[in-house]
């Protein structure tokens, strides 16, 4: 057997002392896409925010392994130098950087000797293009006042540049409109590949029928309770959660 | 102090002089002191003299175009031979400050020196004017006296830098000042770039009268010194006029910055707004006291006013204190104060693309910066004062 890409042993994550994460189990093999689904307040995103390192958040049991590698000992900057990505679902603004200067500062970090800056501005310009945005985007201060759906593009177009190997993508597709929601899902299936894994966070089939998961799994309060394959979504799609609430009311 | 007292013969200004004689040194009592230590002045360890050499002043030849227009560039020795009724007309009548009253009234019996720039009536400078003032003699007191004037209609951006580039030795003391008068209907865009060596010790007053209609655009820029204390006015006299009054501080190792501004309404529907920032690292402080006044008079006003400090380690401080003296009924406030670290989450999206810690602390203190400086519209200069920011930032970091 070859070492899954990404695996999440029993993991048990707190915040201010209110557990969150109760014992997530989940292995994802390069070139695989999952999707994970689940209520709000299930823990979706604070799952993504520990596996790329946030300080606020405290494993308190359990193990994650990337590439086989122990992710607890490692600071943020590593692991995305290690090929870890995360689209977040809520971007943060940085207000005073431009976009361009910090994709620049982002792809030097990234791909350190390998990185060329003479061809930066062609590759930039070329990403930004498939994704269908406008070149003014470039000076533009990092997430500083883009609209719902300029912040999701965003996230891609980063995918993009920084070529990662494990992409968590949260909630990407909301706040999207249709057209919208097309290019960012041909985006992702464009680095789809047998290089990346990817990790789909999302609240609707509409993306998943873009962007055709092989695993879906079903977070429920803290916990992944049920993984399938992609008629899992439209299972939920049609019958909600309701389900699974009962399923697990019956717990001590 | 012995040598004050011998020097009395020296000063060029007597009455000033007594002023200055008969004013109590500052004490950490006073309100205006009670954060900078007054005994930290080391007036006692420099020469006081009124000699003109002790500064060196320079600027970029102006185009022949410009000289034969009438805007004059040139240092105030040779502008006292050359412009006497110019002189007469304006020097020392931008109106008593209300702050540093000892040091004003020590700077006014003794400085013979630094920069003259005339704008006249209905001409515009295209490109940026750029001056500097020098310090040329150890151990000394050196008073630098700036005064600007910009005709009716007129407009023009200058560039103005302090620093001491051979550096220095011993401590110094500079105690400048700076007069500006915009004509009605004016234009001028003012960058004060501070960069003296760590030896200097600083007292900087700037006087700024502005009548019908004028804008002020000013960048106060604090990169160097061990101390520097500054009380910046700027007079809203005709309705009408504006004041974008821009502040950047960054301190590193035991820099201590002190400022105190004045937005002073006297007419109706003037105004002003301020934005003071300051970056802090390593054990270095800011002090930033700032009144907004708006006389009976002044219906319609808006004055505005922030303050925010980015404290870059454990030991750096910043302190805020706004304050509002408002009269007139009509009119439109506000002032916020900010202090705190480097926020965790910008940080966060930073190192979530692989950026190293470090390298996303020096981002964010430039885009903090960059918002600042961007304010001046004028892109060829915007570069030129990141690329200040950058180098303060990347030097004196035993870290990196
Ligand atoms: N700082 C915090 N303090 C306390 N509780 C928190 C904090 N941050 C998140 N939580 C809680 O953690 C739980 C999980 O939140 P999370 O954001 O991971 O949910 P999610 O599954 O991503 O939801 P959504 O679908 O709405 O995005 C929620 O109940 C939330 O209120
Ligand atoms: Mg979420």
Not at chain 1, 52 to 77: F, I, N, W
Not at chain 1, 237 to 244: M, Q, S
Not at chain 2, 175 to 201: C, N, T
Request: aromatic share 8%; net charge negative; proline share 5%.
């Amino acid at each position: 057997m070859t070492t899954p890409l990404l695996e999440i042993k029993n993991l048990h994550v707190t915040i201010e002392g209110k557990e969150i994460l109760k014992g997530i189990n989940l292995a994802l093999e390069k070139g695989q896409v999952h999707a994970l689904m689940g209520p709000n307040g299930s823990g979706k995103s604070t799952l993504s925010n520990v596996l790329m390192g946030h300080p606020k958040y405290q494993v308190t049991g359990g193990e994650v392994l990337y590439q086989g590698r122990d992710l607890a000992s490692l600071k943020t900057d590593v692991r995305a130098r290690a090929g870890l990505f995360l689209a977040f679902q809520y971007p943060t603004a940085i207000p005073g950087v431009s976009v361009v200067n910090f994709l620049r500062t982002a792809m030097k970090s990234r791909f350190g000797e390998a990185f060329q800056p003479k061809e930066f501005r062609k590759e930039f310009k070329a990403a930004m293009a498939q994704l269908g945005i406008e070149e003014s985007f470039a000076t533009r201060y990092v997430n500083d006042g883009f609209s719902g759906g300029e912040k999701k593009r965003h996230e891609v177009l980063q995918m993009a540049l920084l070529k990662p190997e494990l992409a968590v993508l949260d909630e990407t597709d909301s706040g999207l409109d249709i057209d919208a929601l097309r290019v960012v899902a041909e985006g992702i299936n464009r680095l789809r590949g047998p290089q990346l894994g990817i990790l789909l966070i999302t609240h609707y089939q509409r993306l998943l029928s873009y962007v055709e998961p092989d695993v879906v799994h079903v977070m429920m309060d803290g916990q992944i309770i049920q993984s399938g394959g992609k008629e899992l979504a439209h299972e939920l799609e049609a019958k909600g959660y309701a389900p699974y609430e009962t399923e697990k009311a019956p717990a001590p | 102090m012995d040598k004050i007292g011998a020097l009395k013969g020296e000063a060029i200004r007597p009455a000033a002089w007594e002023r200055f004689t008969a004013l109590p040194w500052p004490s950490k009592t006073d309100e205006e002191w009670r954060r900078t230590d007054p005994a930290k002045v080391p007036l006692g360890e420099v020469e006081l003299s009124p000699d003109p050499a002790s500064l060196r002043v320079g600027w970029e030849e102006i185009s022949p175009k410009l000289i034969a227009s009438g805007v004059i560039l040139t240092d105030l020795v040779s502008a006292k031979k050359q412009f006497p009724e110019l002189i007469q007309e304006y020097l020392m009548k931008s109106g008593a400050p209300e702050g540093l009253a000892k040091f004003v009234a020590l700077h006014e019996a003794l400085f013979s020196q630094g920069l003259f720039c005339y704008v006249p009536e209905g001409v515009s400078v295209e490109l940026p004017l750029r001056s500097w003032v020098e310090i040329a003699k150890d151990r000394a007191a050196v008073f630098p006296h700036g005064l600007i004037i910009v005709g009716e209609g007129a407009e023009a951006t200058l560039v103005d830098e302090r620093r001491a580039p051979g550096g220095v030795h011993g401590p110094i003391v500079s105690d400048e000042m700076v007069e500006i008068f915009l004509k009605a209907g004016s234009r001028l865009r003012y960058v004060h770039l501070q960069k003296w060596p760590p030896q200097v010790v600083e007292l900087f007053t700037q006087r700024v009268l502005l009548e019908k209609d004028a804008h002020f655009l000013n960048l106060t820029m604090g990169l160097g010194s061990t101390l520097s204390k500054a009380n910046v006015e700027t007079t809203l006299t005709q309705t009408g006029a504006r004041a974008d009054l821009l502040g950047l501080f960054f301190g590193s190792g035991r820099q201590h910055f002190d400022f105190q501004t004045l937005q002073d309404h006297r007419a109706q529907a003037t105004t002003s707004d301020l934005l003071y920032k300051s970056a802090l690292k390593d054990d270095s402080d800011a002090v930033y006291r700032g009144l907004i006044r708006i006389a009976r008079q002044a219906q319609k006003s808006d004055a505005y006013q922030a303050n925010r400090n980015l404290l870059l380690s454990q030991g750096a401080k910043a302190d805020s204190i706004p304050m509002l003296e408002i009269l007139a009924d009509d009119v439109r406030c506000t002032h916020g104060v900010a202090v705190g670290p480097v926020d965790e989450e910008q940080a966060f999206y930073l190192m979530s693309r692989g950026v190293p810690e470090a390298e996303a602390e020096r981002l964010i203190v430039g885009g903090f910066f960059e918002q600042v400086i961007q304010r001046l519209k004028l892109k060829e200069l915007e570069e030129g004062l990141m690329a200040q920011v950058s180098n303060k930032m990347n030097k004196g970091d035993p870290k990196e």
